[in-house]
């Protein structure tokens, strides 16, 4: 009877130690939700991305609304590019006149970029309203933000070393 | 000459310990377990396994603890307190949970499997098992080999998680550490295979070493009382160094170029 209740016992130890996986996988690594729900791209162009990564968060006044999926440099403009991803709940949303700019969280926190949400013209909202531009028309079209569109107004990052160079420029100057 | 015979005598006698080792583990990896002896490696699941944990679930609790600890003191400075869960979680799954369970798992685990093998030697069972004709290899050797192995990462694991609980407890209950930010910034930054499964890795490859040390220590020692003490004494002391040199070999292949 003690080899049962051994067995039982170690029945038990790998339970626990399912679980335990399954804690690290779910709640610390978020392997479950990886790549989750539907999303649309959207790009923009920056001058200077300064330490956006991969996989930084997309805000919207500290609400996150997508992530960045990949960062490249522009064949002949030669400057960066990041292509964005947002969840599709936030579809025909943003108008296309919202602007983009890197921030960051705390003074050493990781960057995400901030989504400022723009305006529609009056004669637009009065477009949408008559008839569904925004389904199946070209996105120039369209006063929303669709997939695949460029945001075009983009703030960089801050760059300390910019800064303080125009900082000493300045006051050089005085 | 006195000095260079003992050189030469020390070298052999390394390199044939070596060899003997080798031969022991081979015929342990051969010699795995059949369905129906399965019941021997689940037994010495329990004695391995299953008593070991209540030091890990404790050790793993207050190092996640004493972690949150310390990280909140020196993180509050900057006011970047809100990366207090990847801290506890990234140094606990990459470097902490596999290493101080496999400390642990040696000092519990590994010196008692000595100690058993060595006295089964001293008090000749180890013999009389050859005598009526069962290999000593598959039916001592073998399944205290594969027990090890299986539960050493599932120790790794549990201290793992409880250590991040225990990081949850102190920093997010006692210190005011907002609990959203506390598991949303440590997802956004733990990876499953870079951070998750490499610790696992780690803790497998501590398993066989250790348990590999462990078994060849009471295999080979010398069958008195005093060498089944002085070979427990070098299990701990040789698993432990093994652990911590292969722990920086592994951290620098897995984590090091990138």
Redesign the interface.
């Known amino acids: 009877m003690t080899?049962r209740k051994?067995?039982i016992?170690?029945g038990?130890?790998?339970a626990?130690?399912i679980?335990?996986?399954l804690?690290?996988?779910l709640?610390?690594?978020?392997?479950g939700?990886?790549g989750n729900g539907e999303t649309y791209k959207l790009n923009a162009r920056f001058d200077n991305i300064g330490g956006l990564k991969a996989?930084s968060?997309v805000k919207v006044g500290g609400v996150v609304v997508g992530r960045v999926s990949r960062i490249y440099l522009h064949e002949q403009d030669l400057i960066p590019v990041v292509e964005l991803e947002i969840a599709s709940e936030y579809q025909n949303t943003f108008p296309d006149t919202s602007s983009l700019s890197i921030l960051t969280?705390?003074?050493?926190?990781e960057q995400f970029i901030g989504l400022q949400p723009g305006f529609i013209f009056p004669e637009d909202l009065e477009m949408i309203e008559e008839d569904k531009v925004c389904d199946n028309a070209p996105y120039s079209d369209c006063p929303y933000l669709t997939n695949g569109e460029e945001i075009l107004d983009t703030k960089s990052a801050l760059v300390l070393e910019d800064l303080i160079g125009q900082f000493l420029f300045n006051q050089g100057n005085e | 000459m006195e000095i260079l015979q003992r050189l030469g005598r020390n070298t052999i006698d390394t390199f044939a310990s070596i060899g003997a080792a080798s031969l022991m583990l081979y015929g342990a990896l051969i010699a795995i377990p059949k369905w129906k002896n399965i019941r021997l490696t689940v037994e010495q699941m329990y004695v391995v396994g299953v008593q070991s944990l209540l030091i890990i679930l404790v050790s793993g609790l207050f190092i996640g603890m004493v972690m949150a600890l310390q990280g909140y003191t020196i993180l509050v400075n900057y006011g970047a307190e809100g990366s207090l869960g990847p801290m506890v979680a990234l140094s606990i799954l990459r470097e902490l949970g596999p290493v101080v369970t496999a400390l642990l798992f040696a000092g519990r685990a590994g010196s008692a499997l000595t100690a058993e093998i060595g006295l089964m030697k001293a008090t000749e069972q180890l013999s009389s098992l050859e005598m009526m004709a069962v290999d000593p290899l598959r039916r001592i050797v073998s399944p205290r080999f594969w027990a090890g192995v299986i539960s050493m990462p599932m120790l790794a694991i549990i201290f793992s998680a409880v250590g991040i609980l225990g990081g949850h407890l102190v920093g997010v209950d006692w210190l005011g550490v907002d609990a959203g930010s506390y598991w949303s910034i440590m997802q956004s930054t733990v990876d499953w295979n870079e951070d998750v499964i490499n610790g696992v890795i780690k803790a497998l490859v501590f398993a066989v070493v250790i348990v590999w040390i462990a078994l060849f220590k009471g295999y080979s020692c010398i069958p008195t009382s005093e060498g089944i003490s002085k070979a427990t004494t070098e299990t701990v002391v040789y698993a432990s160094l093994a652990i911590l040199g292969l722990d920086f070999v592994l951290t620098a292949l897995m984590f090091g170029i990138s």
């Open positions: 080899s051994n067995e016992l170690v038990l130890f790998v626990l130690a679980i335990a996986g804690l690290l996988a709640r610390v690594a978020n392997q939700m990886a996989r968060s969280s705390g003074l050493l926190g």
